[in-house]
């Protein structure tokens, strides 16, 4: 099981941190991802961390902004989100890849378990 949380509303500038929370599964050998869909859009790729931490990568709308992370020993995972615009505003889904899986990194159907979603609202 998944269960994203830190959501909520926040002024253009301002920021927010995510977690995901893993339960049930192993973690810590697992690569893990942050996808978001904004209303009327499709749920795009935002950030994914690698099993390791070694790799990591973000969408060029959130590079330089969104910071991920993880915490294998709270089987817990992080986006930091700074310089927050109003064009963040999505429910943000954290999800995650079979065990020891890579490549496609950024692509949805990669990620068999997803979690419920956050909704972030970010006003101009």
């Known amino acids: 099981q998944l269960q994203a949380s830190g959501g909520g509303l926040v002024q253009a500038g301002g920021s927010l941190r995510l977690s995901c929370a893993v339960s049930g599964r192993p973690f810590s050998n697992r690569g893990m991802g942050w996808f978001r869909q904004a209303p009327g859009k499709e749920r795009e790729f935002v950030a994914f961390i690698s099993w390791s931490g070694n790799k990591i990568l973000y969408a060029e709308s959130v590079k330089g902004r969104f910071t991920t992370s993880r915490d294998d020993a709270k089987n817990t995972m992080y986006l930091q989100m700074d310089s927050l615009k109003a064009e963040d505003t999505a429910i943000y889904y954290c999800?995650?890849?079979?065990?020891?899986?890579?490549?496609?990194?950024?692509?949805?159907?990669?990620?068999?378990?997803w979690g419920q979603g956050t909704l972030v609202t970010v006003s101009s």
């Open positions: 999800a995650a890849r079979p065990l020891y899986n890579s490549g496609y990194d950024d692509q949805r159907d990669q990620y068999p378990y």
